[in-house]
């Protein structure tokens, strides 16, 4: 397994497709055929670094990271795994190369949210060595923690 860079012209439409199949779904405050929010995801990907999971250099990836590094903080904003490869601790090596380029960066906490209710997510998370920080009813998510 492959971890890289994303590269956008090539990754972009299976980054997208696994949104759409794996996080959407889960979110209590998106609805999955939510035109605005599908206009935006190539934007929101534009905004900061996503590094991606792939069988090789220029095959598609089955899994991605996307974060954002403001103010001594990294923000894990998005990070699936294709279902079929789940179990094979791409999502901890992507979390890690993230967190990794947080350290680099001189980062000093990890923040990301989880939507209520995806308690795999929770659980993973946790393992991680991520702490609840609190919930935010708005956004129907907690946030977790992680101090370096």
Same mark, same amino acid.
């Given at each position: 397994?492959?971890?890289? !860079?994303r590269?956008? *012209? =090539?990754?972009?439409?299976?980054?997208?497709?696994?949104?759409?199949k794996?996080?959407?779904p889960? #979110?209590?405050t %998106?609805?999955p055929?939510?035109?605005?929010?599908?206009? =935006? !995801?190539?934007?929101r990907l534009?905004? $900061?670094?996503?590094? %991606?999971?792939?069988?090789?250099? =220029?095959?598609?990836?089955?899994?991605?990271i996307?974060?954002?590094? %403001?103010?001594?903080?990294?923000?894990?904003?998005?990070? @699936?795994?294709?279902p079929?490869?789940? $179990?094979?601790?791409i $999502?901890?090596s992507?979390l890690?190369?993230?967190?990794n380029?947080?350290?680099?960066?001189?980062? %000093?906490? #990890?923040?990301?949210?989880v939507?209520?209710?995806?308690?795999?997510?929770?659980r993973?998370?946790? *393992?991680?060595?991520y702490?609840? @920080?609190?919930y935010h009813?708005g956004?129907?998510? =907690?946030?977790?923690?992680?101090?370096?």
């Amino acid at each position: 397994m492959l971890i890289r !860079l994303r590269a956008p *012209r =090539t990754d972009d439409g299976a980054i997208i497709s696994l949104i759409r199949k794996e996080l959407i779904p889960l #979110s209590q405050t %998106v609805h999955p055929r939510d035109a605005q929010t599908l206009r =935006t !995801l190539k934007k929101r990907l534009r905004n $900061g670094s996503t590094i %991606v999971a792939a069988k090789s250099k =220029t095959a598609a990836p089955i899994g991605f990271i996307h974060y954002e590094i %403001v103010s001594g903080i990294i923000h894990i904003d998005l990070l @699936a795994v294709h279902p079929d490869y789940r $179990g094979f601790s791409i $999502g901890r090596s992507l979390l890690a190369a993230a967190e990794n380029d947080g350290r680099r960066s001189g980062c %000093v906490l #990890s923040r990301l949210f989880v939507d209520e209710g995806n308690e795999k997510a929770h659980r993973f998370y946790k *393992r991680c060595g991520y702490t609840a @920080a609190g919930y935010h009813a708005g956004l129907k998510c =907690t946030e977790m923690i992680k101090p370096f």
